[in-house]
């Protein structure tokens, strides 16, 4: 929708050149939140569009994926046969409620900056052991793990004006074996819980919940648990993290996340 | 800015936060719809070199330097459809039309892959009306359309004459005109549920350039109104202002701001400074009801009172019924609120001419009735007034409602300019109306051997802050749902409520669908007491010709068996149930299967005035011109009345042009609503046609003086004797003579017919996440003749779409302050591809005695039985009995226990 309330349109070429920063400003990547609704308090708009920044830099360490990444982009990456995690990168794309369109202008760096507990990219990069680089206004750079970067529904660690750049994720992940399980109240619908588990090749499991929590929630096993054992795990996650909206209750998450997650345990047993 | 839009350059700089769809249809290309504005329903599709983007969400900048192509430079230059247009066409894979624009922008740009996963593809493109299986069809290349004969209109699929404007994005809706020069009102809701206006400073808002004028309630008429349309102004309670002082929902009218542009009007709402006095508030019916709660409207009484309607009535003796039972079954039964979510929002455009006549461009499914309130509000006479529409995308119900015209009109009224008021999909859910939130108590007493003795419901209905429609829905959940069971002994309480929640209004099924969903429901609890199979429970209770009828009111009613298909519906969907079909269920052990079938029963009208006129002339160049009151929303009336003409004049479909819902151009209307549009405008139209056949014939006789009975008339020509005239040469000649080829005639409703419709579904549930798979789903229906087959069709499988999401899907929760908690489509979900059956859609083979042609209504009835099949079969697969819609998992999975 038209956001009437916008005066200005900045277009930096650089983002160094953006060095004032006011709660009126909004960065602006793909849009597509933020021309989903009104903005009341936002006179203006600073389009990321002009910056350059790659998309998806594929390296012997790892993917760095730009924040200005599209949806797309990452949906149709193929990456090296040994990433065998990177599986996830198509199906977390399709754990988005918005369809294929929508990924045409939507970028990875956006759905982490929301911070909405059902964002399926904040999955994928959690589960990967993503590692986020901001670019504050002042001051050098600073990197945070996705895990920390998100720290509840609609919120994160950003200062005001501060720059999600881009986030990587590391070789030793996505070599890993990989696992998705996702729920929701409708066909295709958002997220009531998407789970994902990888397994290393030392017989580690780490389980990231997210969607049917205010924010991802790793839980980190040496060895592969035995059911009872991730069961217990999950029943140990504080009782407020359970997030409740719209799109599930509370209740139903924490009932069905334990389901999902032995399923997982059992596939990756395999 | 310079951008290519379909092949034109444009070169103009759009607003810094303006998105590319209404910078698009700045530049005239109006096919770029709005549908909820948020990026949710992909209407407004458009590619930006080749690549496809929801427009509203696409900041217009990013535009420059690319191409952009809409659903209107889709076709050749020369005109020639693109293919995917023209098998739209061949598929009627629309009925409102306001998605397909978006849809086919969408689907032309599908890789194949894509094209095979057509759930993922359609994901953000969501259709209110077809229930999306022409829509796969016409992707499949699968066609229904037939050839328009003449002398065979009648029967056959004629496609929907505005195909070709609908899906080249040529379709002209309420909106799709240049707004240059016209003033925007914006609205500031209410933040609270309950409150009185102290002060409104609206100095700062006037003093804001391009603002034109603030409204308040010390600005409007002091003068009540109900915005619920109905031909009868005293059903419904005058409880309205066109801007009150008191405030009682969340969301309702506290002052208009007019401006020249949306955003000034916005931000001049955002200036307005208001003192409220927050006053207690009361969401729960029951609670309302009670002594000491807080009253909403003060109407005089010594005993003041939320309960707007109190119906009762018994047949027989409910005490003696129950005595006589040897089976009781009792249970509580409540259906939620749902939003239309017709695609086009709420819009009027009023304006004055050099005369001073007010024209209003609207929305509406009732534009004369608009026309009365608007007379009665501003103490206009009504030949002063000018309502019409234009192709209206979708009503459903919701726009059996004055909701903007009258600010339109009064603004219009005060600045002679221009006015023009749009819904936001948000207003939609906040400032609208939704279906009347009913709780209903059924008790069946039966003998052993299935014959009911008792049948008893009270029901509550919750019909929000205004009363509008809350008597007429409350009689009819206190009708035909009962009047469905031969029963000595019935009876009923029934109470309409006010309470501080989004108001209650006309929507498809009307009151009938809530008890259906209860007694259809508890029939099936009581067919498992007995150990009966449900379909026997039915045929032994079901009404049949002969049989008196009625609900629970002695006097004799109005309705009549103008057919009946009853049994032959429960045949068909037994045995299409007992064969093969549909999908299988999942694997896995936790999945548990069931079946489950429901009936429902309409009287096709409504019980309150309703009356129709159609005038029908033959003009000079041989064809014919049909000028009908009804609004065409979708639902196919226009087709349906080209074809009985058609039939009646042994003419071809196309040989009849069309106007409708138009207060200057045509007959007056009650309004398309009630499933009124074929059984009474089509009255009309049949008894104008055949008046202006035999007047054709008539004067055929006389002109060559072959007798009468030796005149036919057929396409282009009558046949007299053995002599040919031309239908042309014919009005030449008699238009000499002073003949005028002319017939108008109006139609009224009674006797009643009455339609019948059985829904059987078969589903799987799984035990632990509560996901809900619909598997299979066999509707059949008996409502007379089929006029179009394609287009009955359609309607029964997008009401049952609708049903679907009533069922499964949709909920409209509001918060402890009375807000809805998600006024969007993003977190409002109505059913996408994904979640919608295909299904199957059989006949009764019927022909009514009393419905036009043997047709009977058939918008609504199909909605009704698909909530309790649904509920029925989840009980049958896992032995629980969920009676509270919607059944979402997170609200039914904790009962399913784990297999």
């Given at each position: ?270 | ?29 109006f096919g770029v719809k709005k549908g909820c504005d948020g990026g949710d329903c992909g209407a407004c599709t458009v590619w930006v070199d080749g690549t496809p983007v929801h427009s509203c969400l696409y900041p217009a900048f990013r535009a420059e330097g690319h191409e952009v192509t809409t659903i209107q430079g889709l076709a050749g230059a020369d005109g020639t459809l693109h293919p995917l247009q023209q098998k739209f066409l061949d598929a009627g894979a629309f009925q409102c039309g306001f998605c397909t624009a978006g849809m086919i922008m969408t689907v032309a740009s599908l890789s194949a892959a894509q094209l095979a996963d057509l759930p993922h593809a359609l994901k953000n493109n ?259 007034l000018h309502v019409f529409t234009e192709r209206v995308g979708g009503g459903f119900g919701g726009k059996q409602e004055m909701v903007t015209e009258d600010l339109c009109v009064l603004a219009a009224l005060r600045t002679g300019r221009r006015v023009k008021w749009e819904f936001t999909r948000e207003e939609q859910f906040t400032g609208a109306t939704t279906r009347h939130q009913m709780t209903t108590q059924v008790k069946i007493g039966a003998k052993r051997d299935g014959t009911l003795t008792a049948l008893q419901i009270r029901v509550v209905s919750n019909t929000g802050a205004y009363g509008g429609h809350g008597s007429e829905t409350l009689g009819a959940a206190l009708g035909p ?278 829904q059987g579904i078969r589903l799987a549930v799984h035990r632990v996440t509560g996901e809900v798979r619909l598997l299979r789903s066999v509707h059949a229906a008996d409502v007379g003749r089929l006029i179009n087959p394609m287009q009955v069709r359609g309607q029964i499988e997008g009401a049952i779409a609708m049903a679907v999401g009533w069922t499964l899907t949709e909920k409209m929760p509001h918060d402890a302050t009375g807000h809805v908690i998600n006024p969007s489509l993003r977190n409002y979900r109505i059913p996408a591809f994904a979640d919608t059956p295909r299904s199957e859609v059989l006949f009764a083979d019927t022909y009514d005695k009393l419905g036009p042609l043997g ?45």
């Amino acid at each position: 929708m038209d956001i009437g309330t916008i005066k200005t349109l900045l277009r930096p070429r650089d983002a160094a050149e953006i060095t004032e920063w006011s709660p009126s400003r909004a960065w602006l990547a793909g849009g597509t939140w933020l021309f989903s609704d009104v903005q009341p308090g936002t006179d203006t708009l600073v389009d990321l569009g002009g910056l350059g920044w790659p998309e998806l830099e594929p390296a012997a360490d790892g993917l760095t994926i730009g924040a200005t990444c599209h949806i797309a982009t990452l949906y149709k990456f193929t990456a090296p046969a040994e990433w065998q995690a990177a599986s996830l990168f198509r199906h977390c794309c399709e754990g988005f409620l918005a369809g294929f369109k929508i990924w045409n202008a939507s970028t990875v760096g956006g759905n982490l900056c929301m911070s909405l507990p059902a964002g399926p990219m904040i999955s994928l990069t959690s589960a990967l052991d993503g590692v986020c680089t901001l670019l504050p206004r002042q001051g050098a750079p600073r990197t945070v793990k996705v895990l920390d970067f998100v720290t509840g529904n609609n919120r994160n660690v950003l200062a005001p004006g501060e720059l999600l750049r881009s986030i990587h994720l590391p070789v030793a992940t996505l070599r890993r074996r990989a696992a998705m399980r996702q729920v929701s109240l409708t066909k295709l619908g958002r997220s009531g819980a998407l789970i994902i588990g990888t397994a290393g090749p030392g017989g580690d499991f780490a389980l990231t919940i997210t969607a049917a929590t205010i924010r991802p929630m790793r839980l980190d096993f040496a060895a592969m648990p035995d059911a009872a054992g991730l069961h217990a795990a999950i029943a140990g996650l504080p009782e407020d993290h359970w997030f409740e909206d719209v799109h599930g209750s509370a209740a139903w998450k924490r009932h069905i996340t334990p389901h999902l997650a032995e399923e997982i345990r059992q596939e990756l047993s395999a | 800015m310079s951008c290519i839009i379909d092949g034109r350059t444009i070169d103009a700089p759009p607003e810094p936060g303006q998105c590319l769809r209404t910078y698009v249809r700045d530049h005239g290309v109006f096919g770029v719809k709005k549908g909820c504005d948020g990026g949710d329903c992909g209407a407004c599709t458009v590619w930006v070199d080749g690549t496809p983007v929801h427009s509203c969400l696409y900041p217009a900048f990013r535009a420059e330097g690319h191409e952009v192509t809409t659903i209107q430079g889709l076709a050749g230059a020369d005109g020639t459809l693109h293919p995917l247009q023209q098998k739209f066409l061949d598929a009627g894979a629309f009925q409102c039309g306001f998605c397909t624009a978006g849809m086919i922008m969408t689907v032309a740009s599908l890789s194949a892959a894509q094209l095979a996963d057509l759930p993922h593809a359609l994901k953000n493109n969501l259709c209110r009306c077809t229930g999306y299986r022409s829509i796969a069809d016409a992707i499949h290349g699968v066609g229904e359309t037939e050839a328009d004969i003449g002398g065979q209109a009648c029967g056959a699929n004629i496609a929907n004459p505005f195909g070709p404007g609908i899906v080249t994005g040529h379709a002209c809706y309420t909106m799709d005109v240049p707004t240059q020069d016209m003033l925007h009102i914006k609205v500031l809701r209410s933040p609270h549920a309950h409150a009185r206006i102290v002060t409104i400073d609206r100095s700062a808002a006037e003093a804001m350039p391009g603002v034109v004028a603030v409204y308040t309630w010390e600005d409007v008429p002091q003068r009540q109104f109900s915005t619920a349309l109905h031909e009868d102004h005293l059903v419904d309670p005058d409880d309205t202002y066109v801007l009150d002082r008191v405030m009682r929902f969340a969301g309702q009218r506290v002052a208009a701001v007019v401006a020249e542009s949306e955003a000034i009007a916005s931000a001049g709402c955002a200036a307005l400074k208001v003192e409220y006095e927050v006053l207690p508030t009361v969401f729960d019916p029951e609670a309302a009801m009670l002594p000491g709660a807080p009253i909403l409207h003060d109407k005089g009484l010594n005993v003041p009172t939320n309960i707007f309607a109190e119906i009762k009535g018994e047949v027989g003796s409910i005490a003696a019924g129950f005595a006589a039972a040897e089976v009781i079954q009792e249970g509580t039964y409540s259906t939620s609120r749902v939003q239309h979510a017709h695609l086009e929002t709420h819009g009027s455009i009023a304006w004055l001419d050099q005369d001073g006549r007010v024209h209003v461009r609207t929305s509406s499914q009732g534009p004369f009735v608009v026309r009365a309130k608007l007379s009665h509000i501003f103490s206009l006479p009504v030949r002063n007034l000018h309502v019409f529409t234009e192709r209206v995308g979708g009503g459903f119900g919701g726009k059996q409602e004055m909701v903007t015209e009258d600010l339109c009109v009064l603004a219009a009224l005060r600045t002679g300019r221009r006015v023009k008021w749009e819904f936001t999909r948000e207003e939609q859910f906040t400032g609208a109306t939704t279906r009347h939130q009913m709780t209903t108590q059924v008790k069946i007493g039966a003998k052993r051997d299935g014959t009911l003795t008792a049948l008893q419901i009270r029901v509550v209905s919750n019909t929000g802050a205004y009363g509008g429609h809350g008597s007429e829905t409350l009689g009819a959940a206190l009708g035909p749902p009962m009047t469905l069971y031969r029963c000595t002994n019935k009876q009923a309480d029934g109470y309409a409520v006010y309470t501080n929640v989004v108001p209650g209004g006309g929507f498809r099924g009307y009151g009938a669908s809530q008890t259906t969903f209860a007694i259809e429901s508890a029939m099936d609890e009581l067919a498992g007491k007995l150990g009966m199979d449900p379909f026997a429970l039915r045929r032994r209770n079901v009404i049949r010709p002969g049989d008196w009828m009625e609900s629970v009111f002695p006097d004799p009613g109005e309705i009549d068996f103008g057919s009946y298909g009853l049994t032959q519906c429960m045949d068909l969907v037994e045995a299409a149930m007992a064969a093969e079909g549909g999908t299988a269920s999942p694997a896995g052990k936790h999945w548990a299967e069931g079946t489950g079938m429901a009936l429902a029963m309409l009287e096709c009208g409504p019980p309150t005035e309703h009356r129709s006129g159609a005038e029908l002339r033959l003009l000079a160049d041989g064809s014919y011109h049909l000028a009908v009151g009804t609004s065409e929303m979708g639902n196919g009336t226009t087709t349906a009345h080209k074809q009985i003409a058609a039939s009646i004049l042994n003419t071809r479909a196309g040989q009849v042009a069309i106007i409708n819902a138009d207060t200057d151009l045509t007959p007056y209307d009650t309004g398309t609503f009630a499933s009124t549009g074929t059984v009474v405008a089509g009255k009309a139209v049949g008894l104008a046609a055949e008046t202006l056949r035999d007047a054709i014939l008539d004067y055929a006789a006389r002109h060559t003086g072959v007798e009468r009975a030796a005149c036919r008339l057929e396409a282009d020509h009558v046949l007299c004797g053995n002599r040919r005239i031309r239908l042309t040469d014919l009005h030449a000649a008699g238009s000499q003579e002073g003949f005028r080829f002319i017939a108008f005639r109006k139609s009224y409703l009674s006797p009643r017919t009455v339609a019948f419709n059985v829904q059987g579904i078969r589903l799987a549930v799984h035990r632990v996440t509560g996901e809900v798979r619909l598997l299979r789903s066999v509707h059949a229906a008996d409502v007379g003749r089929l006029i179009n087959p394609m287009q009955v069709r359609g309607q029964i499988e997008g009401a049952i779409a609708m049903a679907v999401g009533w069922t499964l899907t949709e909920k409209m929760p509001h918060d402890a302050t009375g807000h809805v908690i998600n006024p969007s489509l993003r977190n409002y979900r109505i059913p996408a591809f994904a979640d919608t059956p295909r299904s199957e859609v059989l006949f009764a083979d019927t022909y009514d005695k009393l419905g036009p042609l043997g047709a009977k209504s058939q918008g609504e009835c199909c909605i009704n039985p698909v909530a309790p099949a649904i509920a029925n079969a989840i009980a049958n697969a896992t032995g629980q009995r969920f009676g509270h819609l919607p059944l979402t998992p997170d609200r039914i999975y904790d009962l399913l226990g784990v297999a």
